[in-house]
């Protein structure tokens, strides 16, 4: 079974430039999380969907970021204009929801570097 | 509001000893409570979960019990590899779908 699939794996972009990161999340989840992971704060939650439709986006850090789900199987999330500080691996996650024990499933990460 | 405690690391041992990665939570409700491994480069994968008091989650050789009289759920395994060298986050799940994590231990085994 395919998991949660992200990309790019890898990006290096310089500071002011566009950053789009993908996630197809796995087949019959209703929900879907965006993590950021850095050496000094951790993994934090940015923002979470439930049936496609944002629940909590306290997480975002600020306008620069934005994030989409256009359908169940397609999540998207831009940073424009990326800063240095942004730098890090992002995370997707995705899980049935049905009760509090299911399992949130992560991808590989994007690993986000911004020059 | 809900939260996990996540003993600090770096913890390094050696092959075969005794591994305990102590977690305490704060939750209203009833949690799952889950274990989940990152390895170098790699994104998080759940090592094992229970939902609810008294249960044991295992695999691979790792455990864990739910212990709701003292908000425990501490990660061991009786004798640990190289293979094992990885981070380490302990987590919270409540009934908001709501996802919380320690800060993670970094575990490094050596030969």
């Known amino acids: 079974d395919a998991g949660v699939i992200q990309s790019p794996r890898h990006e290096v972009t310089e500071m002011g430039q566009e950053v789009t990161l993908r996630c197809k999340p796995i087949s019959g989840h209703n929900s879907l999380f965006w993590y950021r992971q850095t050496m000094m704060r951790g993994l934090e939650l940015l923002i979470y969907f439930n049936n496609n439709v944002p629940i909590d986006d306290s997480g975002m850090p600020e306008d620069r970021f934005s994030a989409k789900m256009p359908n169940a199987s397609f999540s998207t999330l831009k940073i424009q204009p990326s800063e240095p500080r942004d730098s890090a691996v992002y995370f997707c996650?995705?899980?049935?929801?049905?009760?509090?024990?299911?399992?949130?499933?992560f991808g590989e990460g994007s690993w986000l570097t911004v020059v | 509001g809900d939260s996990v405690t996540q003993m600090e690391g770096p913890v390094t041992l050696s092959e075969e000893a005794f591994l305990t990665i102590n977690c305490t939570y704060t939750?209203?409700?009833?949690?799952?409570l889950f274990w989940y491994v990152q390895y170098p480069g790699e994104g998080l994968q759940l090592l094992l979960k229970?939902?609810?008091?008294?249960d044991k989650g295992s695999n691979k050789g790792f455990e864990a019990t739910y212990r709701k009289e003292t908000t425990s759920f501490h990660l061991e395994k009786g004798s640990v590899q190289v293979s094992d060298s990885a981070v380490y986050f302990c987590a919270l799940k409540n009934g908001a779908n709501n996802l919380f994590f320690g800060t993670g231990t970094r575990l490094t085994v050596i030969p």
């Open positions: 996650a995705s899980c049935f929801t049905g009760s509090s024990g299911n399992t949130i499933y």
């Open positions: 229970a939902t609810k008091a008294d």
């Open positions: 939750a209203t409700g009833y949690p799952s």
